[in-house]
């Protein structure tokens, strides 16, 4: 088993890397945040060119094949990144979607015809609930689909461009926007293919928010290495000190045992494998978020200060598609067989 990524691999992360270091990402996430959904558009349209979204869809839909060590390497920089918008609900609708059309029967394209080829060009964002993922619809404000697969098996598409039932949640990041799922829409199929697929499509899911962990904890690493060079105290930078030396590197050793695990489950996707990653990986961001938080002072607070974005980020994204208690449970089930 492989656990480094080829050159092809590293090329297309370091391209994502680039992209997304030359674009102003905070300045779209906190647009995102009032509702201002054009730079985050923007962005993924970028995003969309380098082929990020077609990694999960079928190459019968303009996709490149179901592909989710790529797509994995791809997430750890848009959670390095800080990148507003359903990006793990697009593409866990495209495996959905992929997966359905190849359970189907000879002919019956269903809904991935319909679909995928706007989903993986960047033209049309989708939001996806489904059975064990959590009771909330992310960003249903902004996605041009919304998707919900209920735990009967019926795949229904709601209209977008409008918050869900109820209207908007309050959430712990307001760039991460909430609300109910709709209970009714247009119904696209049913049956035990569509739990299957959705089955699929929840492990998918689940792997791609463990990879946004693992970006988003590197860079809130990464920014308070940096911060504790610059502030000194008594003289002498507080990074010098044995007791912040030890915090750190408390935090990237959850970071590191964390990374393996992420890409054991992108080459094997047993679900038990997807959980321990999440778990780790969800842990991990949480603890680098309180450790930026401590390490920062009450200047960590600050909505100001960028740092706020990645900190906000991090425990929703350690609950979202697997709270840490449904992880354990997952893992716990495997091996009592």
Avoid: I, N
Wanted: aromatic share 6%; hydrophobic share 50%; with cysteine.
């Amino acid at each position: 088993m492989r656990f480094l990524p080829t050159a092809e691999q590293s090329d297309f992360a370091r391209t994502l890397h680039g992209l997304l270091g030359a674009s102003d990402v905070p300045a779209a996430v906190r647009a995102w945040a009032t509702g201002d959904h054009g730079p985050g558009r923007a962005l993924w349209s970028r995003l969309a060119g380098t082929g990020l979204f077609a990694l999960a869809a079928d190459e019968a839909y303009d996709g490149a094949g179901l592909l989710p060590v790529e797509l994995a390497l791809g997430f750890v920089e848009l959670g390095r990144a800080g990148m507003p918008g359903p990006a793990v609900e697009t593409a866990a609708a495209a495996v959905l979607l992929s997966e359905l059309a190849r359970l189907g029967e000879d002919g019956e394209e269903g809904p991935a015809k319909r679909f995928l080829p706007g989903l993986v060009a960047g033209e049309a964002l989708a939001t996806l609930t489904l059975p064990g993922g959590g009771p909330y619809v992310l960003d249903a404000d902004a996605a041009t689909y919304r998707f919900t697969v209920s735990a009967a098996g019926e795949l229904r598409l709601a209209g977008g461009g409008e918050a869900g039932a109820g209207g908007l949640l309050r959430s712990t990041d307001p760039a991460r926007r909430l609300s109910r799922p709709a209970a009714q829409g247009e119904l696209l199929a049913a049956g035990p293919r569509v739990l299957e697929a959705a089955g699929t499509a929840l492990g998918w899911a689940r792997l791609l928010t463990a990879a946004q962990c693992l970006g988003v904890g590197e860079a809130l690493l990464a920014s308070t290495v940096q911060y504790v060079k610059q502030r000194t105290q008594f003289g002498t930078p507080v990074g010098g000190f044995q007791a912040v030396k030890h915090r750190l590197a408390d935090t990237l050793l959850g970071l590191e045992f964390a990374r393996p695990l992420v890409w054991a489950a992108a080459l094997g996707l047993a679900p038990w494998e997807v959980a321990a990653a999440k778990l780790a990986a969800g842990e991990a961001a949480y603890a680098a978020a309180m450790t930026a938080l401590q390490l920062h002072g009450a200047v960590g607070y600050t909505e100001e200060l960028d740092l706020s974005l990645w900190l906000r980020k991090a425990r929703p994204l350690r609950d979202a598609w697997g709270s840490p208690s449904a992880c354990r449970a997952a893992v716990l089930q495997e091996r009592e067989g």
